[in-house]
């Protein structure tokens, strides 16, 4: 898992049926009777759609019944939540009042794009995924009464969205909420696409910035020049990069009937793409496309790291995605073929999301022997050698990822070119400290844990701290998996700047490790000190400078070009979320984030690994 093992969350969101048909909860059916929220008396005659759109995000209407609003359907959606666009082909000539609406039926529509109506129904604001997530609302009309006046009527021509009709300010400030500020469209990205919600519109060629999901979504970007990434992606670079270009893409069409397209990024989502402008949790502004285009392959391949030197110690990080004995035999060789030939058979690897072997059964299992066991034997099954491993089991259900699997932070390493250092006693809640043997930096307990017992890791993965001899010389390698994103407001959020409200955990976990750090090398000042895994958080993230501060750790990502510095792709922003940093005596180091999972629609994980070489 990601970003989020604890589920669901923004970088793996779990979109159960019921999620999805939760907005049918208050439908009735589309020829039913006129809504009971008001009486006829009551009703708002005489409204056209931009008039309920209002010039902000929320309509002056809501709550109230409006009777008769006139439109042509542009697109109707028969699965998840059910509904209707109508649009109205008269438009009142402001920039900022959309002319389009959902319509909200609940069950399968009987409407047909192009037919010719008038609604009457219940003007409200849904926010998917409820209010508290942060996310926008859409305005839409519910409990609907529809007459048909013809059908086969000529569509509104799209309004086209390409790199010059879009601002390049991402979102206006406010922090108390957006919703209720005028729409500028002409200066922020987001006002844009809210001045256009449910309206048609289309796009041409387009790159394809993050991969087709199981879903049935891909994301492209419509200014491929921004922030672009050595892949053809789009680089999240600072919370001021939101790069306003992306936009998701999904068919209305059931895929029963046409397949969607397996995407990877550095395609080119080639059009015209034509659709109602949609908005939903999972991405934000979404173009649910009535005629989608074809995807035209951009040569993109999975990489290959180079073998590391006889006289250079490879330490590598891989966040295998809740891998546990049930994952199935083509997960394990997957990813055995990725640490083998990908990855060059790193010395070391210090892997993330290791579940105990009975994987999400929550039966009190802890142990992941038989994990590892099959694991390892996967990787000398595709040509790599027999690796050894080493972990601390956690106490049950208390290290967070998905309930009962009980996921963990574990070392393989080759006994052939590297050796572990074995000293017992550390356990789940016993912290290994930072000793002097020989007077160099060592472990009291190897494995151990780091502050295991500190509030920074309640609910979280703790600290796997291993102590490695390689030609002579002590490494300690510190495996990490700092607290999920999940519960951050999302980059689309009515809230700007959207708050991250789990970064003080992160925040609070760095410092934890930032200090053990510190630790080992007040006892040897030149103690070799690896720190690696899923940090959870950007290169330029608090979090990090946290890692960082008083010159205890370097981080690696910062000596890749910009253009490479991504271990990660969420909703169409390729980012860091992976690092490995190091202390100040190891100078001399190769580092390479090799893309083997993020950017392609069929992964082994959704992270991609790294690898540092170096010559202690």
């Known amino acids: 898992m990601t970003a989020a093992p604890t589920a669901p969350s923004p970088y793996r969101p779990r979109r159960t049926a019921a999620a999805l048909l939760a907005a049918g909860l208050c439908g009735t059916l589309l020829t039913g009777p006129a809504p009971a929220a008001a009486s006829a008396a009551s009703a708002r005659e005489g409204l056209r759609v931009h008039d309920i759109q209002g010039d902000t995000r929320l309509s002056p209407f809501e709550g109230e019944t409006v009777t008769d609003v006139p439109g042509i359907v542009t697109g109707v959606r028969g699965y998840g939540s059910r509904g209707f666009w109508l649009q109205d082909p008269e438009p009142d000539g402001s920039a900022a009042t959309s002319e389009g609406i959902f319509v909200f039926t609940g069950s399968a529509p009987r409407v047909e794009t192009g037919d010719e109506v008038l609604v009457t129904g219940l003007v409200g604001e849904y926010y998917y995924g409820g209010e508290g997530a942060g996310g926008q609302s859409v305005t839409q009309l519910s409990q609907p009464r529809v007459t048909v006046l013809s059908s ?309 993965r703790k600290p796997l701290a291993g102590e490695f001899v390689f030609r002579g010389e002590t490494v300690i390698v510190v495996a990490n998996h700092f607290a999920s994103k999940g519960g951050d407001q999302p980059l689309h959020a009515r809230f700007q700047p959207p708050a991250r409200v789990t970064e003080e955990q992160r925040v609070a976990q760095a410092r934890e490790v930032n200090s053990f750090v510190r630790e080992l090398r007040r006892v040897e000042r030149d103690a070799r000190v690896v720190v690696l895994g899923d940090i959870n958080d950007f290169e330029f993230s608090p979090v990090t400078r946290t890692l960082t501060a008083g010159g205890a750790l370097r981080s690696a990502v910062l000596t890749l070009p910009p253009a490479e510095r991504y271990t990660y792709v969420f909703q169409g922003n390729s980012q860091v979320l992976d690092q490995i940093l190091v202390s100040p005596a190891i100078r001399r180091f190769e580092y390479d984030i090799v893309h083997i999972n993020a950017e392609f629609a069929d992964q082994a994980s959704d992270h991609d690994p790294q690898v540092l070489r170096m010559r202690p």
């Open 152 to 460: 086969g009527n000529a569509l509104p021509p799209p309004v086209v969205l390409d790199a010059r009709s879009l601002p390049r300010h991402y979102a206006p400030s406010g922090a108390d909420g957006i919703e209720h500020l005028p729409l500028r469209p002409e200066y922020y990205a987001l006002d844009r696409y809210e001045s256009l919600e449910g309206m048609n519109v289309s796009i041409g060629d387009a790159p394809v910035v993050g991969p087709s999901t199981a879903y049935y979504e891909l994301w492209v970007t419509l200014e491929p020049h921004r922030n672009r990434t050595a892949g053809g992606g789009t680089r999240y670079a600072s919370y001021d990069a939101q790069n306003p270009g992306r936009l998701k893409i999904e068919s209305l069409v059931p895929v029963s009937q046409v397949p969607f397209p397996s995407a990877d990024v550095g395609d080119v989502l080639t059009g015209p793409t034509e659709g109602p402008l949609d908005y939903d949790e999972f991405g934000g502004y979404t173009l649910a496309a009535r005629q989608l285009g074809e995807v035209v392959d951009g040569g993109r391949a999975p990489e290959a790291t180079r073998p590391q030197a006889p006289d250079e110690l490879a330490v590598a990080a891989y966040n295998v995605e809740n891998l546990h004995p049930r994952s199935g035999q083509a997960k394990f060789d997957r990813l055995a073929a990725g640490v083998v030939t990908s990855l060059a058979a790193p010395d070391i690897i210090a892997l993330e999301e290791i579940q105990d072997d009975s994987g999400p059964s929550d039966d009190g299992t802890v142990s992941a022997e038989e994990t590892l066991r099959r694991f390892t034997d996967a990787i000398v099954a595709a040509g790599g050698p027999r690796y050894a491993w080493r972990g601390i089991d956690p106490e049950d259900g208390r290290d967070g990822g998905q309930p009962g699997g009980n996921i963990r932070n574990a070392f393989l390493f080759n006994p052939e070119r590297v050796s572990f250092t074995d000293r017992p006693g550390g356990g789940a809640t016993t912290r290994t400290e930072a000793v002097s043997v020989d007077g160099r930096a060592a472990l009291s307990h190897s494995p151990g844990r780091v502050t295991p017992e500190d509030e920074a890791w309640a609910d979280s």
